[in-house]
């Protein structure tokens, strides 16, 4: 993988090389070190070659995720000779879990072919370079199928679009890039140049918040922009599953039979006319019509768990941002690209509340919980239970250790949540016009961890730390 990865650095070279920028050697670097510690790697162990067991592939997304984060630091480190190891296997993570929370600064002026590669991570984590992996690992006589199930998120990792596991991948992979290359397009008709249409891009379909500007999406100003994004935004919160399936029969009943997908338009819906509502009211702008503009652009942003912004949406009253930070655990779909806990739970949850209401008046009534109108098994409902207790646990255990390094309690709560749900911007130190770049290296740490936390899932990674994971 990490020899397969060393392919990847080929697009920052390319745009270093065009550009003139002056990195290309960076990557070079980079790519050379990955092919020769992965091919040294995988040469003096292949005696032990085996077919993976279904607990080898949660080891090994695990360790895939943090190996990569380690590689891609590689370039930033030899670019920026300032950045630290810490910081700069921040921005890598940060970039292939889709979080988007950055501690650089100056984004305008760094080569281009940096911020090529930042917002590439976002493109290959959001899919997951763990899918991709499983169109390929079986050439090597490695099987894929424990590691499509240790990446796929939660309730539908059995789900097959395609007969065999590879063509799955594929077929994932085929419709993302077609939406990117859709979304490069669009910006570009917009006005933007072709660095800045690209890198957005690139984080719009991974739902990722990086970007080729300090200022974000308000550096560019422009209403055509935002719309541009927030319709790709809106896209990449469904599933690519029923994308696939939508681009493969040309037609749009997979949407009319997504529960999901209506659930997300709905929340999104009532969300935005709130908050322009409430904005309007407060005076924060002259009318209704410049408010529905930078709260739909905004709250769409926060929501799908990107991270763009266009206005500091801090200064809004507070009820706004701390809404759009509880929208950003709920919203995006099973099969997106985005993070937090997924509409599908969020459905569930609510019907098995509706259920127990429906059992103390009928306690002895049968009634089974449908979504899409099949039928939920108990086993899917307790797991999803369990995850939601350790999801809370875990933004528990965050937001206290940040408080024990002596951040406020307000950047503490609203950056566990944010980096649990990769989203990026969170409130106080670290909002949306400020970067981590104040962080100590002890913060900085705590959140990394909580980015690998939220883009694996939970179970994935805390799987390796149960004694029956390593028992015979």
Not at 297 to 317: C, D, H, K
Request: with cysteine.
């Amino acid at each position: 993988m990490l020899a397969f990865f060393s392919v990847a650095y080929l697009v920052p070279i390319a745009w270093s090389l065009g550009s003139g920028d002056g990195a290309v050697m960076d990557f070079v670097i980079a790519a050379g070190v990955n092919l020769v510690v992965g091919l040294g790697v995988a040469l003096s162990t292949r005696r032990f070659r085996r077919e993976l067991k279904p607990r080898d592939g949660f080891i090994l997304v695990t360790l895939s995720w943090v190996l990569m984060s380690a590689s891609a630091s590689i370039p930033l480190m030899v670019a920026l000779p300032d950045l630290s190891f810490t910081d700069a296997y921040f921005e890598a993570v940060s970039g292939i879990t889709t979080t988007g929370s950055t501690v650089l600064h100056g984004l305008d002026y760094l080569p281009p072919s940096i911020n090529i590669w930042r917002t590439m991570l976002h493109w290959l984590g959001g899919i997951g370079i763990i899918v991709l992996a499983v169109a390929i690992l079986p050439l090597l006589g490695v099987g894929g199928m424990q590691l499509y199930k240790a990446e796929t998120p939660g309730p539908v990792k059995d789900e097959k679009l395609t007969p065999r596991i590879t063509e799955t991948a594929k077929a994932l992979w085929l419709t993302y890039l077609v939406f990117t290359v859709a979304a490069i397009i669009a910006l570009k008709l917009c006005g933007l140049s072709w660095l800045d249409s690209v890198c957005h891009a690139f984080s719009v379909m991974a739902l990722g918040g990086f970007s080729s500007r300090d200022a974000s999406i308000g550096a560019f100003d422009t209403a055509a922009v935002e719309i541009v994004l927030s319709v790709f935004m809106v896209l990449a919160s469904v599933s690519f599953a029923r994308h696939f399936v939508a681009l493969r029969t040309f037609s749009l009943k997979p949407y009319q039979r997504d529960t999901q997908g209506k659930a997300v338009l709905m929340v999104l819906g009532g969300s935005i006319l709130l908050i322009a509502g409430l904005l309007t009211i407060s005076g924060t702008y002259p009318d209704l019509l410049e408010s529905l503009r930078h709260t739909t652009f905004n709250v769409i942003s926060v929501a799908t768990t990107t991270g763009f912004s266009s206005e500091n949406y801090e200064l809004w009253p507070l009820f706004a941002p701390v809404w759009m930070l509880f929208l950003s655990c709920i919203l995006c779909s099973t099969g997106s690209t985005g993070g937090g806990i997924k509409m599908f739970r969020t459905l569930l949850l609510w019907r098995q509340a509706a259920r127990e209401f429906k059992q103390l008046v009928h306690p002895s009534a049968v009634i089974p919980i449908r979504i899409g109108g099949n039928v939920v098994p108990d086993r899917i409902i307790y797991s999803v239970l369990a995850f939601i207790f350790l999801y809370f646990m875990t933004i528990a255990a965050v937001t206290f250790s940040l408080l024990l390094t002596g951040l406020d309690i307000v950047s503490s709560l609203s950056a566990a949540v944010a980096s649990l749900n990769n989203l990026g911007p969170a409130l106080g130190e670290v909002g949306p016009s400020t970067t981590y770049e104040s962080l100590t290296d002890a913060q900085t740490w705590i959140f990394t961890a909580a980015m690998i936390l939220g883009r694996l899932e939970i179970f994935s990674v805390l799987v390796l730390f149960t004694p029956v994971f390593w028992r015979k």
